[in-house]
């Protein structure tokens, strides 16, 4: 079973920001969060993933709350192309896919 | 370098018939994971292969499923007398060594049982 919880769609304005939440009550002390897309027809995509601090890459932010209970994936200038299934996954021998959250980047 | 790849790219089988489904990781990748994705669900996990390990089959819906990975390389995922629910995308994914490395997915084979 999936043990993160998110919202099963959003909509963001091109060019915004898009902050994805996810929510991960029950995560365990050594289990990372990880985030992977998936766009219309194709594999899933890794896009970063984080134990305890903030991370950031060329891709997208992830920010961890102090708790860990909550993260949210942030990207910072949404175009269309990042219209996506976006799949958050906590594990640290294990991951398994939840439903994610399909996120509509719209002109 | 060369991604995941899958074969056949689409296959389109009567019920009750066995297919196979191939997949290529990436070389060197010793991790390598199957998937099942249904229209319009999010992906079910199946089995995952690591070096010479036992390989954990812990999502398997049943036992008609079964899969197996010759050389530490090339696996192939059997299904057995297919259902018309067996109809979905199947996903092969590789990471280079642990269930926590970054997994890289091949294009899928679209499964349809008529």
């Known amino acids: 079973d999936a043990k993160t919880t998110q919202p099963p769609s959003m909509d963001c304005a091109e060019g915004r920001a898009a902050n994805l939440p996810c929510n991960h009550s029950t995560i365990s002390g050594n289990e990372y969060v990880y985030w992977y897309r998936q766009i219309h027809s194709q594999g899933p995509q890794y896009i970063i993933h984080?134990?305890?601090n903030n991370e950031t890459n060329e891709m997208a932010s992830l920010i961890i709350t102090e708790d860990r209970k909550s993260s949210t994936l942030i990207l910072p200038h949404a175009t269309l192309r990042d219209t996506a299934v976006y799949y958050c996954i906590v594990g640290n021998n294990d991951m398994r896919f939840g439903a994610g959250t399909r996120l509509t980047v719209k002109p | 370098g060369a991604g995941v790849s899958q074969s056949p790219s689409n296959k389109v089988t009567e019920k009750g018939k066995d297919v196979e489904l191939r997949c290529d990781p990436i070389s060197g990748h010793t991790a390598l994971y199957w998937y099942r994705q249904s229209l319009g669900q999010g992906l079910e996990f199946l089995i995952y292969?690591?070096?010479?390990?036992?390989?954990?089959k812990s999502g398997l819906p049943s036992d008609r499923f079964s899969a197996e990975r010759t050389g530490g390389s090339v696996s192939t995922l059997t299904i057995q007398r297919t259902q018309q629910e067996d109809s979905a995308v199947y996903l092969c994914a590789s990471s280079h060594s642990g269930r926590l490395d970054e997994q890289f997915f091949g294009p899928g084979t679209r499964l349809t049982v008529l």
């Open positions: 292969f690591q070096g010479n390990s036992a390989p954990d």
């Open positions: 984080g134990l305890k």
